[in-house]
């Protein structure tokens, strides 16, 4: 099936799927959940001090990629855009956007008031961000709608865990409620690459494969990357476990039963093998993984 007859015919599906968004999300407002009354004046003669945040390496990084990450947003959105156009998508891309705009709102406030980062390093990193325009970019509609459902699980996965680790009951309400948005976008994208599969069985399985192998969180551009998913993953906000266990496992083999898929072609049968042996890996790594940490805790208790 042709890019352009997947993108008409999936239409429909969009259509449904945007109104039960819609009949499903609440609205809500970021300056009612910003603790205003924590913030203060700012000068230059009033550094930001490290010695005041109280906050492990790991919840300063998750918070500092999870800002950059929807700070980034104009250029996800041209990456919809120029995928699947106009029509229903192009008011989908335009009412999610404006979600996701939220996001960056109140985290940012949040962090502002509450100078649990540096703002001015912040600032620097966001004008690096933005100004880089770097993102993950798919490179057909079925490998988009696969990529996106995992990153919006991954996100939704990442800002609750944040959440639960700040240690302050408003922090952990406005990561639950970006959590939530995430979740529902992830619904959103999930139920339509299943419609994806249906219509086009074999060149959905092919993306499938591509994407999980290749998978990788919104986090091209920022400052560090890699030392900050290290700290991350360290603190166990996102890792491998969480990665297998959370996102892959249930959205592959619960709702999309990527094993039991009929009508494959040749290659895309091929792509389910392949897709298959590499969740093996990924299942026996996350294990050991886990194992790894059970030992280190027990060895921590004893001592």
């Known amino acids: 099936m042709s890019?352009?007859?997947?993108?008409?015919?999936?239409?429909?599906?969009?259509?449904?799927?945007?109104?039960?968004?819609?009949?499903?999300?609440?609205?809500?407002?970021?300056?009612e959940l910003v603790p205003w009354s924590k913030g203060r004046d700012f000068t230059q003669d009033d550094p930001w001090n490290p010695d005041e945040v109280n906050l492990t390496p790991g919840v300063k990084s998750a918070l500092f990629v999870n800002l950059l990450?929807?700070?980034?947003?104009?250029?996800?959105?041209?990456?919809?855009?120029?995928?699947f156009g106009e029509g229903i998508w192009g008011e989908w891309a335009r009412r999610w956007t404006a979600e996701e705009h939220r996001h960056s709102i109140v985290i940012r406030d949040y962090l502002t008031v509450t100078r649990l980062l540096d703002p001015v390093a912040l600032e620097r990193a966001r004008m690096n961000q933005v100004s880089g325009g770097a993102?993950?970019?798919?490179?057909?509609?079925?490998?988009?709608?696969?990529?996106?459902?995992?990153?919006?699980?991954a996100t939704r996965v990442s800002h609750r865990n944040t959440g639960k680790l700040i240690g302050d009951p408003a922090g952990y309400a406005i990561m639950a409620r970006v959590g939530a948005d995430e979740n529902l976008h992830h619904l959103f994208y999930r139920d339509l690459t299943t419609d994806a599969i249906a219509l086009d069985p074999s060149a959905t399985m092919i993306a499938i494969e591509k994407q999980v192998r290749t998978f990788a969180m919104p986090g091209l551009g920022i400052d560090d990357f890699d030392t900050h998913a290290a700290l991350i993953a360290k603190e166990g906000i996102y890792d491998l476990p969480l990665h297998y266990d959370v996102v892959l496992n249930p959205v592959l083999m619960r709702q999309w039963k990527v094993d039991k898929v009929e009508g494959l072609s040749g290659e895309a049968e091929e792509a389910r093998e392949k897709l298959m042996k590499f969740l093996g890996r990924l299942k026996k790594a996350a294990a050991r993984i886990t194992d790894r940490r059970g030992e280190v805790a027990s060895v921590e208790e004893k001592l």
């Not at 352009?4 to 300056?31: C, G, I, Y």
């Not at 990450?69 to 995928?83: K, S």
């Open 3 to 31: 890019k352009v007859r997947l993108v008409n015919e999936l239409a429909p599906s969009v259509e449904r799927l945007m109104n039960r968004h819609l009949e499903t999300t609440k609205e809500w407002f970021p300056h």
């Open 69 to 83: 990450t929807e700070d980034n947003l104009p250029y996800y959105f041209n990456a919809l855009a120029t995928t």
């Open 135 to 153: 993102v993950p970019e798919p490179v057909n509609p079925t490998e988009t709608l696969v990529y996106v459902t995992l990153q919006e699980l």
